[in-house]
T-cell receptor, first 116, second 117 residues
Framework: AQTVTQSQPEMSVQEAETVTLSCTYDTSENNYYLFWYKQPPSRQMILVIR??????QNATENRFSVNFQKAAKSFSLKISDSQLGDTAMYFCAFMKLTNSGYALNFGKGTSLLVTP | SAVISQKPSRDICQRGTSLTIQCQVD?????MFWYRQQPGQSLTLIAT?????????ESGFVIDKFPISRPNLTFSTLTVSNMSPEDSSIYLC??????????????FGSGTRLTVV
């Protein structure tokens, strides 16, 4: 079974600073996908970034980037130049094979607060 | 990416009653996923709904409690049956976005906040 672990329940960062959210996962598969999702108070789940396991290059989306360490099964999210609107729950997710296809397996989340 | 309309956005229900949640997608999708997010918790997959066949449930979830319909490729419903306060959660539907078989990510509905009293 695949498990996703986010060891930081809460984090805080000042506006314009950089913060890194950690995520580790456990799998025996070689080809898979990893995602970071953001859930603001509106509770809408928003895709932040995705990483394909067979690509060594770390994914980047504007101020968001990942540090993907496949051997260590680590997938951290770095947010640069933090903005107040980045305040949200952040979930790391692993795409897993279910009884009828692929679905997402989520970590417990990290609550990020960006302060002025 | 697909756009999902989910309703109701919230409801307060009496224990012992049932609530049906609807998700409408603006494009045809093969699979739709239903998740539960208990207060302060992460998302847990309830079941996967394929058009034309019975939904496939994850461990700990059963059809009698969470019946799902999938009448066509753009619509699905999840019913929470015989509700108890423990069913108070946010329920979300989701679809996969992909190109050429490569998953791009999942789009989620805006969620239904259910409170059972």
């Amino acid at each position: 079974a695949q498990t996703v672990t986010q060891s930081q329940p809460e984090m805080s960062v000042q506006e314009a600073e950089t913060v890194t959210l950690s995520c580790t996962y456990d799998t025996s598969e070689n080809n898979y996908y990893l995602f970071w999702y953001k859930q603001p108070p509106s509770r809408q789940m928003i895709l932040v970034i995705r990483q394909e396991a067979y690509k060594q290059q770390n994914a980047t989306e504007n101020r968001f980037s990942v540090n993907f360490q496949k051997a260590a099964k680590s997938f951290s999210l770095k947010i640069s130049d933090s903005q107040l609107g980045d305040t949200a729950m952040y979930f790391c997710a692993f795409m897993k094979l279910t009884n009828s296809g692929y679905a997402l397996n989520f970590g417990k989340g990290t609550s990020l607060l960006v302060t002025p | 990416s697909a756009v999902i309309s989910q309703k109701p956005s919230r409801d307060i229900c009496q224990r012992g009653t049932s609530l049906t949640i609807q998700c409408q997608v603006d494009s045809q999708v093969t699979m739709m996923f239903w998740y539960r997010q208990q207060p302060g918790q992460s998302l847990t997959l309830i079941a996967t709904a394929n058009q034309g066949s019975e939904a496939t449930y994850e461990s700990g979830f059963v059809i009698d409690k969470f019946p799902i319909s999938r009448p066509n490729l753009t619509f699905s419903t999840l019913t929470v049956s015989n509700m108890s306060p423990e069913d108070s959660s946010i329920y979300l539907c989701s679809v996969e976005n992909s190109i050429g078989g490569a998953p791009l990510g999942y789009t989620f509905g805006s969620g239904t906040r259910l409170t059972v009293v």
